[in-house]
Nanobody
Framework: QVLLVESGGGLVQAGGSLTLSCAASGVSFSSVTVGWFRQVPGKEHEFVAMLRWRTSMTHYGESVKGRFTVSRDNAKNTVFLQMNSLKFEDTAVYYC?????????????????????WGQGTQVTVSS
């Protein structure tokens, strides 16, 4: 059974930083593509960041590029999302997800439907 558990969310002032963690069991993060998405009420999931398996290349949504960094600790089987210079509009529930699709390692996977496993989400609230 695959289980993803996010942590690290919370309340932060605009301009501050947070680091989210996603710990996995039942799957190795070194062999899947890991994505971060976020969602606000009434809207679709928004792609935030991705760490491709095989190449370990990273990709970011336009709204977070230059401020967020995704990384992986293979020994801990954990993926991190470092979020700097947070803005009010970054407020959302953040989810990590994993995809075993081979094409994700080649072209990347930016759509929610391409991910097989999801965490429960962690709330990030940025006060203005």
């Amino acid at each position: 059974q695959v289980l993803l558990v996010e942590s690290g969310g919370g309340l932060v002032q605009a301009g501050g930083s947070l680091t989210l963690s996603c710990a996995a069991s039942g799957v190795s993060f070194s062999s899947v593509t890991v994505g971060w998405f976020r969602q606000v009420p009434g809207k679709e999931h928004e792609f935030v960041a991705m760490l491709r398996w095989r190449t370990s290349m990273t990709h970011y949504g336009e709204s977070v590029k230059g401020r967020f960094t995704v990384s992986r600790d293979n020994a801990k089987n954990t993926v991190f999302l470092q979020m700097n210079s947070l803005k009010f509009e970054d407020t959302a529930v953040y989810y990590c997800a994993a995809s075993g699709r081979a094409d994700c390692s080649v072209t990347g996977c930016y759509e929610r439907r391409l991910y097989d496993y999801w965490g429960q989400g962690t709330q990030v609230t940025v006060s203005s």
